[in-house]
């Protein structure tokens, strides 16, 4: 939701500084652009865009991945949460919030006003890599790639379901069909 008493969104600008200052891997940036461009797809389908905050879409796609690559460095399972630590110090509550929910959502209310950490949250499991690709796909490689123990591999599969109910209500909001409006990319 668009609050203007907390400290604006960075730029694009200031988002690629930040990235380079923290030294994000350029398979990792390359993704979180293409998180960006769907973030702006969905944006653009949107039946009423007053409610969203575009710049805050933005910088937050950019940096949701932000400590990543300090993450796979140092073998550590939550860059959400470094992630959304170092935003939060940095003056960027709002991101941080969104951030923090990229991997494990919160307070999911279905019938609540569309957010941004909701698309935000959806355009990541829509990228694998530098690529758009369906829910089916993404959640195979997920379990690929962090599916190290039975629980992680439970969680990632039930959070399938959890995914397809988030594009249902996104859905709801668009004027267009959202693979419509990623096909653009």
Known sequence: MI?????????????????????MLPNIIDHSVQVKNVTEAIYHGLIDKSKINIELLRA?????????????????????LTGGELLRRLGYEEIAVIVENHVVFSDFNYDGPLLEKE?????????????????????????DRYGRTEKIREMILHNKKFILKLESKIQSHMNIPIEEALKGI
């Open 60 to 80: 937050s796609a950019l940096l949701h991945d932000i400590t990543k690559t300090k993450a796979i460095l140092e073998n550590e399972l939550r860059h959400d």
């Open 119 to 143: 698309i935000i949250y959806y355009a990541d499991k829509r990228v694998m890599h530098d690529k758009i690709v369906n829910i089916d796909t993404r959640v195979s490689d997920l379990v």
């Open 3 to 23: 609050n203007d008493n907390l400290k604006n969104p960075p730029s694009e600008e200031e988002c690629f500084r930040l990235i380079k200052e923290y030294e």
